[in-house]
Every structure is written in C-alpha cells, then in structure tokens.
T-cell receptor
Framework: NAGVTQTPKFQVLKTGQSMTLQCAQD?????MSWYRQDPGMGLRLIHY???????DQGEVPNGYNVSRSTTEDFPLRLLSAAPSQTSVYFC??????????FGEGSRLTVL | GENVEQHPSTLSVQEGDSAVIKCTYS??????FPWYKQELGKGPQLIID?????GEKKDQRIAVTLNKTAKHFSLHITETQPEDSAVYFC???????????FGAGTILRVKS
C-alpha cells in the first residue's frame, strides 16, 4: 500500500502509557482518517480530517486525540492507554473517486 | 447515524462456485457503497463500488447490486478461485467516502 505509511507496525504498551501512531501520505489528498479494527466489529471510524487544521470526531473518538498541521501527516495520540484500546489501527486517505486507500496497519497491544 | 449489517459472517464455497454477501444500511441518504477485500496482515483494498444512481455494476467476476428501496446491496463473486479467500467488508456513506461506515465483515473460504 505505497502512498500511506504507518509507523510503528507493532507496539506493546502498559496501561496508562501514552504513545503516538504516525500516518504519512505522499499523495496530497485532503481527507485522512483513522479506523480501528476489532474482531467481529469491522472497522470503526475514530477521527478524520478534511484538510490541514481541520479535524472531527468519528464513531469512537474517546481516548484518542488527533491533529493535522500539514497535508501529509495525521498522527493519532493515545493519552493514557487502556486494554480496551488493544486493536489494529488503520490510517486511510480518500482519493478523488471516493475510494478510501488504507495503510498496512499498526497492531497495538495494551497490557 | 448510519448502521451497516453484513451477512453471512463466514462463507465456504467450492472452487468454481459463486459467492454472495449481503448488506443492509439504515441511512436513506447514503449514496456510496464500496466493497473492500482484506488479506491477512494487510489493509483493506477496494474491489468495487457503486453509487446510488446505479442499480448494478460488474467488473469481470465481481458484481454489486443495489436496491435503494429496500436499503440493501450485495456482492456477487462468480467462478471463485482460492485467491478469493479473504475477509470482505461492505460499507456505506453520504458524500462518496466521507465518514464511511463498515459492516462487520465476511470471511470467505474457497476450497479447492
């Protein structure tokens, strides 16, 4: 999935720790979003951004912060990690056709 | 807000048979309905999408149908092959990809 780069690919945290999942795109798309994927629940929207300086909440925003200072980057911050945030996180950009183009994911485990 | 339900949760077919996955949505204002395929360890990839002004769309062995009145849409895969084995997600949104809402997914296994 060249064009959307997520780091790290794997991370283990202890409850209460903070961390940032990075998402960078080289396709110059305005719309970026973060989803989490849990077994049996599909992908759920956490936060999204329609352009630099503009962010909004999705379906499951609690416990997560985002910012969008540049078109290229859209980091997702966990301020105080909880076991319920154990999940696979996907960053996606929206192409002009409407297609969401996903990164390869970041697998997070919170102990 | 939008709610998307997807059935079945798992589907096993013999190679060469057809597979059908069905989804229903709740928001009558939704106008964009994509289908994604996710292979193990990868991000979802778009395989086909349909907009509300079209009732059916085909791309080789894959087709999607949309019934706006009943608020449901379906994915049809013909002549299935082992490489079709994956998790498939349907989704719906207003405005072509804004705040896309996903179904829970279908695990498709194609047995050779």
């Amino acid at each position: 999935n060249a064009g959307v780069t997520q780091t790290p690919k794997f991370q283990v945290l202890k409850t209460g720790q903070s961390m940032t999942l990075q998402c960078a795109q080289d396709m110059n798309h305005e719309y970026m979003s973060w989803y989490r994927q849990d077994p049996g629940m599909g992908l759920r929207l956490i936060h999204y951004s329609v352009g630099a300086g503009i962010t909004d909440q999705g379906e499951v925003p609690n416990g997560y912060n985002v910012s969008r200072s540049t078109t290229e980057d859209f980091p997702l911050r966990l301020l105080s990690a909880a076991p319920s945030q154990t999940s696979v996180y996907f960053c996606a950009v929206r192409r002009e056709t409407g297609e969401l183009f996903f990164g390869e994911g970041s697998r997070l485990t919170v102990l | 807000g939008e709610n998307v339900e997807q059935h079945p949760s798992t589907l096993s077919v013999q190679e060469g048979d057809s597979a059908v996955i069905k989804c229903t949505y709740s928001d009558s204002a939704s106008n964009y309905f994509p289908w994604y395929k996710q292979e193990l360890g990868k991000g979802p990839q778009l395989i086909i999408d349909i907009r509300s002004n079209v009732g059916e769309k085909k791309d080789q062995r894959i087709a999607v149908t949309l019934n706006k009145t009943a608020k449901h849409f379906s994915l049809h895969i013909t002549e299935t092959q082992p490489e079709d084995s994956a998790v498939y997600f349907c989704a719906a949104s207003r405005g072509y990809g804004n705040k896309l809402v996903f179904g829970a997914g279908t695990i498709l296994r194609v047995k050779s």
